[in-house]
């Protein structure tokens, strides 16, 4: 395929190495540089080039979208018309400083229940499996990779309650931080349900993190 990489930093420019060393026809386009857009091509050898955002658009099977949310309105204008495009995006919705997603959730139920209950140390942990993994984890609690799962918390003390009773569970604990993080914890369960309900497979899902570096 044609592949227009419209945003070459650390996404941008590792995928479209990749997809050149898969064999795509790959332009990579939008860095501060040109020297880096050429720099990119070089590297991954094969039928990649550097362009401009127009240059990679213009006849690409798809265009992968992977600029800060806050350039996208420049990185489109430069494109041109995407209209009956493959567009992959990679991009997340996020604010200046990364630290927010500005479409979506600026709250969460659990942010929203330690309003309402005062006081307390809310943690959000087990809405991100369905119920029926549960038993079955448990009796594969022993195996060497458990499946994961996420909790956060703003109190360091109920966090490690929780994160017990989530190896008690058979599961293997992943800190996901603040309490703030149910922002995304919850859509991340709401995928998971959806998973697990529509798909053939029935309910028994399950995830497991792993990091890469
Ligand atoms: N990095 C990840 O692991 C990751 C994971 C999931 C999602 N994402 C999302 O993917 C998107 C891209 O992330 P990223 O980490 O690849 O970002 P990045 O490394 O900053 O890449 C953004 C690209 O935009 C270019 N750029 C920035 N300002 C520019 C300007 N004024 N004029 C021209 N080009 C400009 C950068 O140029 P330079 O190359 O010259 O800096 C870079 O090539 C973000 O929305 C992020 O939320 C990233």
Redesign the pocket.
């Known amino acids: 395929m044609k592949i227009g990489i419209l ?8 995928l479209g190495i990749l997809f050149t060393r898969a064999g795509h026809d790959v332009v990579f386009s ?4 040109d020297e ?2 050429q720099r990119l091509a070089n590297e991954a050898k094969g039928k990649a080039r550097a362009g401009t955002p127009g240059d990679a658009a213009r006849d690409a099977d798809a265009v992968l ?5 806050l ?2 309105d ?2 489109l204008e430069q494109a041109g018309d995407l209209s009956g495009k493959v567009v992959i ?6 604010n200046a400083d ?1 630290t927010a997603l500005v479409i979506g959730h600026t709250s969460s139920g659990a942010e929203a229940l330690s309003q309402k209950i005062r006081g307390a140390k809310i943690v959000s942990a087990f809405g991100t499996v369905p119920s029926e993994v549960f038993p079955e984890v448990f009796k594969a609690r022993r195996k060497a990779e458990r499946p994961g799962m996420v909790y956060c918390g703003d109190d360091q003390s109920a966090k490690h309650v929780a994160a017990t009773l989530i190896k008690d569970v058979g599961f293997e604990p992943v800190d996901a931080g603040p309490l703030r993080m149910a922002r995304y914890m919850e859509p991340f369960a709401l995928l998971m349900g959806q998973l697990a309900y529509e798909g053939d497979g029935g309910p028994e899902i399950a995830y497991r993190f792993e990091r890469f570096a």
């Open positions: 945003g070459s930093g650390l996404m941008g420019g590792k939008y860095a501060r540089s880096k857009l979208l992977a600029v800060h949310w350039r996208m420049e990185v995006n990679c991009s997340l919705p996020m990364d």
